[in-house]
Every structure is written in C-alpha cells, then in structure tokens.
C-alpha cells in the first residue's frame, strides 16, 4: 500500500510544479509589473504619453526662446546670419566722364592769389576802351561786377557761378584761356563777350541787372 500511494502521488506533484512555474511566466508576459504597487499614479507612463505624444529628442520649444547650438558639455549662442552686403553699382564710361566733367565745372580751385580789385579794373577800363567804350560804359561795368564778385577772380556761387563774371558754370571761360580760374584778364575777356552778345554793351547789362537782380 505505501509503494501505491508514492506512485499515484508522484504526478500530482509534477503537475503542481508546472502549473506554479506557468502561472508565474503567465503574470510576468501579461504584466511585468505586476509586483509594484497598483497605484496608477506610480506606473511608467507610456512614451507616447509623455512630451505631449513628441519624440524626447525632437521637443519643441516656445517662440520666446533663445536658440542654441548645443556641443557636448558646452553651448554657445547662435549668431543670425549676417546680411548679404549690396553691390555697389559700377558707373559706365560715360557717366565717370560727366561726373569728372561737373566736378571740373565746379570745383574752380583757386592756385594763385587775387588781384586787387583795383587792378582788374584799370585793366578793365583799357580793354575798353580798345572796343570803342567810354568812361559812361566802364563806369556801368564796374556796378555791375561790384554787385556780382566784387571783382574777385575766386568769387563763387554754390549754384556753380564763379570768378569776376561769375560765369555759369565757370569752366566756360576756359573759350578764353586755360587760366580762365585764376588771371583776371581772361575774366574780363570772356565777360564782355558774354555782355556784348547778350546786352550789347556793359549799361545794358547793369540795367537788366538793376530790374531783374541777376544778368
């Protein structure tokens, strides 16, 4: 009877080894937590639970924030690219040439010192005098250039006006001499073939000059 009782009880045994070892592999495929704490509030969230469902490594920041360039165990400010300079145009030929040109025109140097004003005008009055005009004629010539430079060979107008004439621009006087900036005589010169053209003689020009303030 005892050699029985050992033989019918050998399988249960077996059985009850295996169901306890399936039962715990059971449990731990189904939940591998199960030993913590059912307290729900204490599990691990899900992945996609976490960050708003975003990836951990692709968070995405607020506009407020200062971007960075991050390198390992240091970071440093990231700079904003900086503006592509403009090109700055090229002038043609032509217009190099009229800028050297209004520039001649206008920027009249002065590389000699005036003459006085007395001395331009006794030359004056005998340059007259070889075109046939009287004393009544310089006298008018010499109110109209008192008005007009002073009888100042460097006298300048920021409109471009320049020397005794105040020829516009002054590099017109250059028709008579290359001195035209700095000799009176070739003011004078120049001024009353401008007179004589325009007014026939000096009086005329003093009276146009006298009614309508320039000549």
Not at 72 to 98: E, H, L, N
Not at 114 to 121: L, N, S
Not at 172 to 179: F, I
Request: aromatic share 10%; glycine share 8%.
């Amino acid at each position: 009877m005892h050699n029985s009782f050992k033989k019918k009880s050998r399988p249960i045994v077996v059985l009850l080894a295996v169901a306890a070892i399936a039962g715990f592999v059971l449990i731990n495929l189904v939940n591998p937590n199960s030993f913590a704490t059912a307290d729900a509030s204490l599990q691990f969230a899900h992945v996609t639970d976490r960050y708003a469902g975003q990836q951990p490594q692709a968070l995405d920041v607020g506009a407020d924030y200062q971007p960075v360039a991050v390198q390992r165990d240091q970071f440093t400010a990231a700079v904003p690219p900086k503006p592509t300079p403009k090109p700055t145009p090229t002038k043609t030929p032509s217009q190099a040439s009229s800028t050297q040109t209004t520039a001649t025109a206008t920027a009249a140097a002065p590389v000699a010192p005036p003459a006085a004003p007395g001395t331009a005008q006794a030359w004056a009055k005998t340059y007259l005098a070889s075109l046939g005009m009287g004393d009544d004629q310089f006298n008018c010539l010499v109110s109209l250039w008192n008005r007009e430079s002073g009888w100042n060979v460097h006298a300048s107008n920021p409109s471009g006006a320049y020397g005794i004439p105040q020829a516009l621009p002054g590099s017109k006087m250059s028709s008579a001499g290359p001195d035209w900036q700095n000799n009176y005589e070739t003011q004078i010169k120049w001024g009353m073939g401008y007179i004589t053209g325009r007014y026939t003689n000096p009086c005329g020009a003093w009276g146009h000059s006298q009614s309508t303030g320039w000549y």
